[in-house]
């Protein structure tokens, strides 16, 4: 019995020792949005690989290499900090891209096991993400994934520089990206719905039965193509001949009617 519990001890002595030497674990995420408003129109404001104003905190886009694999951008943030980033895939098919970080700023240092650890604009090490917009029920969904390593690489890492702070920060990134997103898109959807309703009606002229000629005003010709002339009696329509002069073809979008 003492055997046993002796190497019972020396078991979780060696067990206890590997996991506090265990390395940083690659860390996975994934924030999405629905938006209401159609793939195509939200592809067109986050597929510009040099244009990230609809981003919360960053000031400045620089950026080289268009949507070519190994294109990259510079994002000057509200604090004048910055971080780089490099194209890695670039798809308009499937309305997204993947990028990588490969320099940032730091925001300042803290002493950790006899070392002054930097601690970078995103605490992360070999940061990866993908942007997509996908159709769903009749709007889009935006999803905005990522894979990296925290700040610090060595075991027992300080708070600034741990998993939960890596998470927590990246995580924050893309919710504040993804809502203001939405209000972006969607805000200018409201205001196309808004112009629209303001837009005077035109006043129609009801006819119950047209005459068989009916001619067009050549003083009137169409420039806007609403029709002024709706007909209530369809059959009496189909029977009618209907002359259109050719010097004002647009006229054929507003016909006037003529009485003899």
């Not at 029709?227 to 004002?248: G, L, M, N, Q, T």
């Amino acid at each position: 019995m003492k055997i046993t519990s002796l190497y019972l001890s020396i078991f979780l002595l060696f067990w206890t020792l590997g996991v506090s030497a265990h390395g940083p674990v690659r860390q996975k995420i994934a924030e999405s949005i629905q938006i209401d408003v159609p793939p195509e129109v939200v592809w067109e404001k986050i597929k510009d690989f040099g244009d990230l104003s609809w981003l919360p905190n960053v000031r400045d886009t620089k950026h080289e290499g268009g949507e070519s694999k190994g294109a990259t951008r510079v994002l000057t943030l509200n604090d004048g900090k910055v971080v780089t980033e490099e194209l890695k895939k670039f798809s308009a098919a499937k309305m997204s891209y993947s990028y990588k970080i490969t320099d940032m700023s730091t925001t300042g240092s803290i002493f950790h096991s006899g070392v002054d650890e930097p601690i970078k604009v995103i605490p992360v090490t070999d940061f990866a993400a993908t942007i997509q917009v996908k159709a769903k029920e009749g709007g889009s969904v935006v999803k905005w994934k990522a894979g990296f390593y925290r700040g610090y690489m060595n075991n027992n890492p300080p708070e600034e520089l741990n998993e939960a702070t890596a998470i927590s920060i990246v995580k924050g990134i893309f919710r504040a990206g993804l809502d203001n997103l939405k209000q972006v898109a969607e805000s200018n959807k409201k205001a196309v719905k808004v112009a629209k309703k303001s837009q005077p009606k035109q006043e129609a002229t009801r006819v119950k039965k047209a005459d068989k000629n009916i001619e067009v005003d050549t003083q009137y010709p169409a420039s806007n193509f609403q029709p002024k002339v709706i007909f209530s009696d369809v059959k009496a329509v189909k029977k009618s001949k209907v002359i259109f002069d050719p010097k004002y073809p647009a006229a054929y979008f507003q016909p006037k009617v003529i009485y003899p």
